[in-house]
């Protein structure tokens, strides 16, 4: 399922502490420049990392190349 939000609506969602930022690019794109509090877990690493996943909110991600 593909919903896309604005960063303002984003902003409004993670004020509420129930919403968690995925960045699943690579760990040099993230330092490059991320959204704040955005957990880093690279898309090729998400099946041993899913762990680190909370099931308790919201998922958010965001990519550098816009592809779902």
């Known amino acids: 399922m593909e919903n896309k939000i604005t960063i303002d609506e ?3 969602i993670q004020s509420t ?3 968690l930022v995925l960045d699943v690019r ?3 794109e993230y330092l490059e420049g991320h959204i704040p509090n955005a957990l880093n ?3 090729d690493d998400l099946e041993l990392r ?3 996943i909370p099931n308790n909110k919201l998922i958010v991600t965001t990519c550098g190349s816009g592809v779902s």
Do not use: D, H
């Open 41 to 43: 877990i690279p898309v």
């Open 10 to 12: 984003l902003k409004e």
């Open 50 to 52: 899913i762990a680190e």
């Open 26 to 28: 690579k760990p040099s």
């Open 17 to 19: 502490g129930k919403v």
